[in-house]
């Protein structure tokens, strides 16, 4: 306690040996509060102070040179603001003696005034001392600029003036009149919105404290400066930056001297409801400094995106705010092997990005950017990429596939929840025009041609062009996609171009059908009165339109091992016939087997997953990809074989 009452006193004569070597003749009363609490770092300053550190005390080593505080540091601050753990054992307390009868809560207010003095005291080093020979010495010698000294310390210069003019003797005046009037509560009311100028300053923190460590090491006079300061008695052995932490910490410490003042308070004290209503406001500072570092946290978090990306001028945003990022897997419609990429969620736009092979500057190269607004998620149900899952949106439509059932649902509710925050805001913004009694247009599916990115069918889909039905071949009859539908289609069935609204009215390669549709045209084509032959039963006969569908490995009469793998089905519209697909988006089979009458027979013991259809001599052998789905073909086959039809279009039916 002893020691306490010295340092306190130490700190105490510090303050008065710095004010009374000021120029005389500035009152406190020269300037508004207003004035003081809004002005900028470079505003009129009075004269500084003489340098009673030019003559360090003996044996007093220089102190050590600033340390950077790590954000981890700062996420420990945000955290102690509603922690309650700020209090610390350093703090003065009262002195034993004549102090030991006052009323509990006239303690707590004499602990106040003192740690207000000491505080003052460190603001007046900073602003005073260290911001002002650091701004002389930058004026005179030109080492370093002007600027840099005044981000470093930020709004200190009102945040001392505020505490030492209007703060600090208020409160000392109504302890010293007490007995007369004993409340505090009021003039921390009056005072507490000033608070949130400190807002700023933590903002400002992380950056001054790496601007403090890099001229440090780049500026020898910018170091002796500070080291000299340091050295002195003054700062009491220790660094700039240690001091510069105490703004940062001083709020909370407010908050828990005015819970415990407020609990101290007798029920009926007069100054209870004041009190209250002023711990109401503290706090409100305390959280205004805890939105302040969230702030800037999240500010430093897109800023290191940013770079990552290289900086394109598109995307760089200080609204944007970063929801997810990770790699996924892209889905290639020609190759057989996903691609890796990776994927940058913000809450207004879904980056697809692609790995730099040479990582000097940007580590990705920015491929698409998708709007949020009016984007879509779904999982696939695809056996070949499991965890695969769509994103379509105006700009494009993705597939992607997730390393883990956990990661692709963690995308996609990210995704969604993305899209609602979007739809929320914009029938807000609807509401507040007036439009609530209007019905909204509804919302454009994915396959509307021209208006969204369409899904591209894969190139292993298909055999045969999806229009004309010719099968493609490597070099005659090609492969191509049309933008509108997405369907591959060969270059006879290709060779419009019409304007698509989801790539800013460009022309691109589109198929005849979508030709006519988006432009009117009408299209003389001496192939639509072609009669549909048997095998024709339309395109993509998927798990929706047929009892039974799947892949099957086909099976000759003597090759039992080996055999070429086709896309079967039982449609829903033709519930006694199997066809044969070459590829699953194929517009016409490769055979049809009619099922009325077939036997259906078990496959040799060496393998289950075969199984046998016979009739009048023939035989046709089919194997399952497992034992359950070669269960399931056998009940659908049987069924057939005994001239049974789903009832409707709702009936459950046995597709894997």
């Avoid at 419609?333 to 692609?354: A, H, I, K, Q």
């Avoid at 790995?355 to 779904?378: E, L, N, S």
């Avoid at 091992?561 to 066809?579: E, M, N």
């Avoid at 590829?583 to 075969?610: C, F, K, M, T």
Wanted: proline share 7%.
């Amino acid at each position: 306690m002893e020691r306490t009452d010295e340092t306190l006193a130490s700190v105490s004569t510090l303050v008065t040996v710095f004010e009374s070597r000021r120029i005389q003749g500035i009152a406190p009363s020269a300037h508004s509060l207003e004035d003081i609490c809004f002005r900028g770092p470079v505003g009129h300053r009075p004269t500084p102070p003489p340098k009673p550190w030019e003559m360090p005390p003996e044996d007093k080593a220089p102190g050590s040179g600033p340390r950077t505080v790590s954000r981890r540091y700062l996420s420990s601050l945000k955290n102690k603001l509603a922690s309650g753990t700020w209090r610390t054992s350093h703090l003065p307390g009262t002195c034993p003696g004549s102090r030991t009868q006052e009323p509990e809560e006239k303690k707590i207010v004499q602990e106040l005034v003192d740690t207000e003095q000491a505080y003052v005291a460190r603001l007046h080093l900073l602003d005073q001392v260290f911001f002002q020979e650091l701004l002389r010495e930058a004026h005179g010698g030109k080492a370093f600029p002007e600027d840099v000294v005044r981000l470093i310390f930020s709004n200190i210069s009102s945040i001392y003036q505020f505490h030492a003019q209007f703060f600090l003797p208020e409160l000392q005046r109504r302890l010293d009149d007490w007995t007369v009037t004993p409340r505090i509560g009021d003039v921390i009311q009056k005072l507490a919105p000033f608070l949130k100028m400190y807002s700023e300053y933590i903002k400002n923190f992380e950056r001054a404290a790496e601007l403090l460590a890099t001229w440090t090491e780049k500026s020898p006079s910018f170091q002796e400066v500070i080291a000299r300061i340091q050295s002195s008695e003054a700062s009491g052995n220790l660094t700039l930056q240690h001091h510069m932490l105490e703004p940062v910490q001083r709020i909370p410490r407010y908050e828990l001297l005015l819970k415990e003042y407020v609990q101290k308070l007798p029920a009926q004290a007069p100054d209870r409801a004041d009190a209250q209503k002023a711990l109401d406001m503290i706090f409100s500072a305390a959280q205004h400094s805890n939105a302040a570092i969230t702030e800037m946290e999240r500010l430093q978090d897109l800023w290191e995106v940013y770079q990552r990306l290289g900086l394109e001028d598109d995307i760089v945003d200080p609204s944007n705010t970063l929801l997810r990022e990770g790699p996924v897997l892209k889905i290639s419609f020609r190759r057989s092997d996903p691609l890796e990429r990776y994927l940058f969620l913000f809450n207004n736009m879904l980056l697809y990005c692609v790995p730099r092979v040479i990582q000097v500057g940007a580590q990705f190269q920015v491929r698409t950017r998708i709007d949020v607004a009016g984007m879509k998620v779904r999982a696939l149900a695809d056996s070949e990429f499991p965890h695969a899952f769509l994103v379509s949106g105006k700009q494009r439509t993705l597939e992607l596939q997730a390393r883990s059932e956990e990661e692709m649902i963690s995308w996609m509710q990210a995704c969604q929840a993305a899209i609602d925050h979007i739809e929320k805001r914009n029938e807000t913004f609807k509401a507040a025009q007036g439009t609530e009694g209007v019905p909204l247009e509804p919302e454009l599916a994915s396959e509307e041609l021209g208006l969204r990115a369409p899904q591209w069918v894969r190139d292993k889909m298909v055999t045969m062009c999806m229009r004309c039905q010719e099968p493609f071949t490597a070099l005659t009859r090609r492969r191509h996609h049309c933008r509108a539908c997405g369907h591959v289609v060969c270059a006879r069935c290709s060779e419009y171009r019409a304007e698509l609204q989801y790539d800013h009215g460009r022309l691109h390669r589109v198929c005849a059908s979508c030709y006519a549709f988006l432009t009117g045209h009408v299209l003389l084509d001496d192939r639509e009165d072609r009669r549909r032959g048997i095998l024709e039963k339309g395109a993509s006969v998927g798990p929706s339109q047929s009892v039974m569908c799947g892949f099957l490995q086909l099976l000759g009469d003597r090759a039992v091992k080996s055999g070429t793998r086709g896309w079967c089905a039982i449609p829903r519209d033709d519930p006694l016939v199997l066809y044969v697909y070459a590829a699953p988006q194929d517009a016409r089979a490769i055979a049809s087997i009619p099922l009325l009458g077939y036997q259906v027979l078990a496959g040799p013991p060496g393998d289950p997953r075969i199984f046998q259809l016979r009739q009048s001599g023939q035989l046709h052998a089919f194997k399952a990809e497992t034992e359950e789905l070669r269960d399931c073909w056998v009940r659908a086959v049987e069924r057939a074989a005994r001239g049974w039809t789903p009832p409707g279009p709702d009936a459950e039916g046995l597709s894997d």
